[in-house]
């Protein structure tokens, strides 16, 4: 069981968060003219690598706010956690 | 034969003033406290305990502790009985009872021992090879056949009647193991002023120390670690466990302990769990888990009697039991010399055979000086004894040491073996260590850690006893230092232990001349020398592989005993150093846990939480029969006298049609929106318009996924101009949080919104019939409930008996209908009051099923139309999706295979009978005499009773059904075996035109 660093609340272990995907997508604007292709993009496709990985966590069981994480998709090793508004500092 | 393998003394830790009664295999024996049931059974004499997995060969204690790999027996009867558990892990209880396994009809004659006889028709890889083909057998013969002869105990079919709880800890150092080495690492951290948690396995901490002949300082061994104990127990830094095995190493630092309870106490109180499991989060791990001996391969080396030299020891050192008295002691090292004198000091004069050409270790000095003569440059051969050893065959090994040059018989009763010793690095290794192998010992050694962990003492290859206190205290400081500013260094006291010569790299002897017995190297997964070769032989090389061809080192055992001899086998077949050939992965847990411990107290009731609404009471009072609905217990029905429930739905729905009926919707999810910019947030969730949605009105919304697949519908109302109260179904009332959430503070974070889940702050009470009206003008004499003054999506603010009440006039059943909140705390009062004024008018409860009958007859999509492979056409929510705006999930539902014109589209169905039910889940077809494949048009989602039409009614999502309307198509069943003629007709079966809801 991983332990995550919430923003707002500390180190909490994982069975108080949900995970929430490659924190690095971002969706189309509203209303913006897309073409089949880069919506299918947006709406299916993720990178799946091995090693660094930047993700949204969602901390339900908790101060129920969204925030990022970076970590090792292979080792777990967490290197940093931020608010959505902030960036990594590793 | 009373306990005669005892020994005269009474330096052990057990206490002969005190006689357990125990029963094995139907035989009463006694032991003492503080025997384990292994021990207790040697004193008595019996060493044939179970049989072997695969050839059922007789086999009897190989170890003292976790490393057992034969000792599997059952505990207890009915339903407390539990398999494969290790004798030599059981203490002693007044009462226990214990059987063989995997043994028909009797340990003694086992008729499955004809595949020993027949062993040569299994070998590695059989299962593979024989029952690959013809592949219809293996359901009906193999497949029986081998659940049968296989497996080991038996799993108790009753439920478990013992408690179990968890329990989570954090701590700064995690000390696993309490040897010499865990003993100064616990004391150093702890002095210096860190957490400290101390776990071991053992019912007594001290590990090598209660065996072996040493000083520290200036006591013994013994008694330093009983002196250390106490010092750490008046620490209030410090957590001691002992019958606590940490058996996981997860991520994170996160480790998983099992401490055994009470199952050594006889009359456990009530409120005393039987196991805990702990779940200990340490900033740093030390690993001091010792050493495990290594046994050696030789003829028919699994014999009832034959015992790793460590073992043999410590049964006679802590638990005064002699595992014979006719011992043979066979080494490739000096550490078995120990127990050569431990026997010597129980007047017994064991025969000792030494790989070696010779040795000047202390302690074989020390024998030889006591008159015993040592055969050196020998071997063992083979063994002779079926259900015990009776006497080995030693050879006189050739220069080369692959053959013998001569062999005589010696009768024996037991031999003590061993083969060097083998680091415990198991936690190291499930923690992520890549281990290296260590040249001086021949065993793998911790090396580079992937988490903050660190092994000491013997699991770390430090085999002597300065070097293992240096390391942990050493450790034990530099670790806590990262936890406290104390800076209080501990220092090691001087120690003294005899010196040891170097062992020998043999670890199987050749076989006897013209004879070719079986070699053991995985007593428990009965792994044979030939079973390495044969899966060299035929090309495996990982060694991954040949673990999974041969079964070595797998299942319960984890190869603690046979790992690294399997390895230094395969590598001299292969002429690879062991290195080379690597080592396969060691996975949690080190020792097997019972279930119950892992579950916990999450059982019964107690598996998830229950969620009751405030009215429950009077739905228990009133003879509702309960649904799960989620956590949810919702009423179901509410049966009258003998009803079934068939009836009672039916009755309650019709009451509905007919007169009025009330219904606990309290479970609805329930969301606060606030803030100036909630209306353009709602219309960007939803597919319809809400900019334009008045104060005091409701609006019925369909959100959407990205994908365009129907999440959620509900009905939102506007309390003022930046205020809305959402609801969302039962089913996704916290995916639909999480998602707005997601969209507020990922998406839009310019949004200035604010949402609150308040499904826990209101009661919701439906009031659903013809006859709603009137009643609710009873009850809210203040509110004008006319068409006009309460219209169809209206809301209005009221209060009963100075409640404050809120009234939405919303409809779900398709009739005239309201909808009652007021805060949870009122909810029963004003459900009581609403039953009481309602009496008048014919007014009855209705649960979930009448509810379901009641929206299926009207056409409304709920959770098994919405059920995530959905877009609004397909459940005729295509009017509710705004061509203006754009809105999640808006781009995909312009995707080619959404807009296609035959897509699949909601439709009734009603059987041309008009009398059989069509099941849920049903496939509907065009052409009911045509082969499979048959193409499926589509399935049935929802059926129910049409209390309107009093004949069955279905809603099916199908192919092109806007242009079925009329036909006769099947809805069939094949698991069923039922095939349905129907009739396609519009899935608004009831009132199709709205015209209830609006009068
Ligand atoms: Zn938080």
């Known amino acids: ?74 080792t777990h090793e967490i290197f940093d956690t931020c608010k959505m508004n902030e960036d990594f500092n590793v | ?133 013809p592949k219809s057998f293996w359901m009906k013969i193999y497949e029986p056949f081998i659940r049968k002869a296989a497996g080991m105990g038996k799993a108790p079919l009753l439920p478990d ?138 003829g028919n080396n699994d014999r009832p009697g034959i015992v790793l030299a460590s073992a043999a020891k410590e049964y006679m050192k802590v638990y005064e039991t002699l595992v014979g008295k006719k011992p043979i002691i066979f080494t490739n090292n000096d550490t078995a010399y120990s127990t050569a004198l431990e026997f010597i000091k129980n007047d017994i004069e064991p025969i000792i055979v030494d790989t070696r050409d010779s040795s000047n270790g202390e302690l074989v000095k020390e024998v030889q000086q006591k008159g015993i003569s040592i055969k050196f440059n020998s071997g063992i051969a083979d063994t002779k004894g079926h259900l015990k050893i009776n006497s080995a065959i030693i050879g006189k090994l050739d220069s080369s040491k692959e053959s013998f040059i001569s062999e005589e018989t010696v009768e024996c009763d037991c031999i003590c073996m061993s083969g060097g010793w083998t680091p415990t690095v198991h936690l190291s290794s499930q923690a992520g260590n890549k281990l290296k192998f260590n040249d001086d010992i021949d065993a793998f050694v911790p090396d580079k850690k992937r988490q903050k962990e660190t092994a000491i003492g013997a699991a770390n290859g430090s085999f002597t006893l300065n070097q293992s206190l240096a390391e942990g205290f050493q450790v034990g400081f530099d670790l806590s230092n990262k936890f406290t500013d104390q800076n209080n260094p501990t220092n090691s006291p001087n120690s003294n232990e005899p010196s040891y010569e170097k062992h020998e790299k043999l670890w199987c002897m050749p076989l006897p001349s013209g004879k070719k017995p079986k070699r053991f190297i995985d007593f428990q997964n009965d792994v044979a020398v030939s079973d390495v070769e044969l899966a060299i032989r035929e090309g495996f090389r990982s060694i991954e592989h040949v673990k999974r061809y041969t079964t070595l080192g797998m299942a319960g055992d984890q190869g603690k005993t046979s790992n690294l001899n399997g390895l230094q086998y395969v590598s001299k077949i292969e002429k690879k150093i062991v290195p080379e050939v690597g080592h396969t992965t060691f996975r949690p847990p080190y020792t097997p846990v019972t279930i119950g411990a892992i579950v916990g107290r999450e059982v019964g009731n107690h598996y998830l ?144 919104v604010n949402v609150l889940s308040t499904t826990e702050q209101w009661s919701g009470i439906a009031v659903a019939g013809p006859k709603s009206r009137d009643l609710l003008s009873k009850l809210f004499p203040d509110v004008d409930m006319s068409n006009e003054g309460l219209p169809f999506m209206g809301l209005v603010d009221s209060s009963i008996d100075g409640i404050k009440a809120r009234i939405y006039r919303i409809s779900f059943s398709g009739e005239l209908a309201y909808e009652v909140n007021v805060e949870s705390n009122y909810g029963l009062y004003t459900w009581k009051k609403i039953m009481e004024v309602g009496q008048s008018f014919d007014i009855q409860p209705y649960g979930t099923e009448a509810l379901s009958t009641l929206r299926i007859e009207m056409g409304h999509v709920a959770g098994a139309e919405l059920d995530g492979r959905t877009i609004p056409f397909d459940v005729g929510l295509n009017s509710m999706v705004s061509q203006k705006k754009d809105f999640i999930g808006k781009r995909s539902l312009s995707k080619d295979a959404f807009t296609e014109s035959d897509r699949q589209t909601i439709v009734g169905l009603v059987p041309l009978d008009k009398k059989t039910k069509i099941p849920e889940g049903s496939h509907i077809i065009e052409d009911n005499s045509a082969v499979a494949p048959i193409p499926k048009l589509g399935h049935v989602s929802s059926s129910c009773w049409s209390v309107e039409y009093n004949n069955p009614f279905s809603i099916a999502i199908i192919k092109d059904g806007k242009n079925k309307i009329g036909k006769n198509l099947y809805a069939v069943s094949p698991l069923k075996d039922i095939s349905i003629p129907v009739e396609v007709v519009s899935s608004h079966y009831v009132d199709p035109e709205g015209s209830r809801v609006r009068s």
Not at chain 1, 33 to 62: A, M, Q
Not at chain 2, 706 to 729: A, K, P, Q
């Open chain 2, 1 to 133: 034969m009373s306990n005669s393998f005892r020994t005269t003394n009474s330096t052990g830790l057990i206490n002969k003033d005190k006689k357990i009664n125990f029963t094995f295999n139907g035989t009463i024996y006694h032991g003492y406290e503080g025997d384990t049931l292994a021990s207790a059974l040697i004193a008595n004499g019996v060493h044939l305990v179970g049989r072997s997995f695969k050839y059922h060969r007789p086999r009897g204690f190989l170890g003292v502790g976790v490393e057992e790999p034969n000792a599997m027996v059952q505990l207890h009867d009915g339903n407390k009985s539990e398999p494969n558990i290790i004798a030599t892990e059981v203490e002693l209880v007044e009462g226990l009872k214990a059987k063989s396994q995997n043994c028909w009809p009797s340990v003694q004659f086992d008729i499955g021992e004809i595949n020993n006889v027949l062993n040569r028709f299994f070998p590695a890889g059989f299962y593979y090879k024989t029952f690959m083909w």
């Open chain 2, 161 to 298: 009647p013992d408690r179990y709880e968890h329990n989570y800890e954090h701590c700064d150092v995690l000390v696993v193991g309490s040897g010499p080495s865990g003993l100064a690492s616990a004391l150093a951290a702890a002095k210096n002023g860190a957490r400290v948690i101390l776990a071991e396995d053992k019912p007594n901490f001290g590990g090598s120390l209660l065996t072996d002949e040493v000083t520290i300082g200036n006591m013994s061994g013994k008694e330093w670690a009983s002196d250390t104990i106490s010092q750490l127990k008046s620490m209030p830094n410090v957590i001691l466990k002992k019958r606590s095995q940490v058996f996981g190493y997860y991520d994170h630092n996160m480790t998983v302990m099992i401490e055994r309870v009470s199952d050594h106490i006889e009359n456990p109180s009530k409120y005393t769990p039987r196991q805990r499991l702990h779940y200990i989060r340490a900033g740093e791990v030390i690993v001091s888990t010792g050493s495990i001996e290594r046994p050696i391969s030789f």
């Open chain 1, 1 to 74: 069981m991983l332990e995550i660093k919430c923003p707002y609340c500390g180190k909490r272990s994982q069975n108080e968060f949900s995970y929430g995907g490659d924190a690095t997508i971002k969706r189309p604007q509203l209303g913006e003219e897309i073409s089949t292709e880069d919506w299918d993009n947006f709406v299916y496709y993720r990178d799946n690598p091995r090693g660094k990985h930047s993700e949204l966590w969602h901390h339900v069981s908790g101060c129920r706010q969204w925030f990022k994480v970076s970590r090792d998709t292979a």
């Open chain 2, 609 to 752: 939480p229950t969620r009751k609404s405030p009215i429950h009471t009077w739905h228990e009072e009133n003879n509702a029969v309960f649904v799960a609905a989620g956590l949810w217990q919702r009423p179901r029905y509410y049966p009258m006298g003998s009803e079934d429930m068939n009836s009672a739905v039916n009755r309650e729905a019709a009451n509905v049609r007919k007169n009025v009926g009330i219904c606990d919707v309290t479970t609805l999810g329930k969301i606060d929106i606030k803030g100036p910019d909630a209306p353009e947030f709602l219309n960007r969730v939803y597919t319809n318009a809400w900019l334009k949605l008045p104060v005091g009105k409701a609006r019925y919304g369909v959100m959407l996924r990205e994908d365009g697949m129907v999440f959620d519908d509900g009905t939102t109302s506007r309390l003022s101009e930046n205020h809305f109260h959402m609801t969302t179904t039962t089913a996704q009332a916290a995916n639909v949080l999480s998602h707005l959430e997601y969209y507020l503070q990922v998406v839009w974070p310019d949004l200035d």
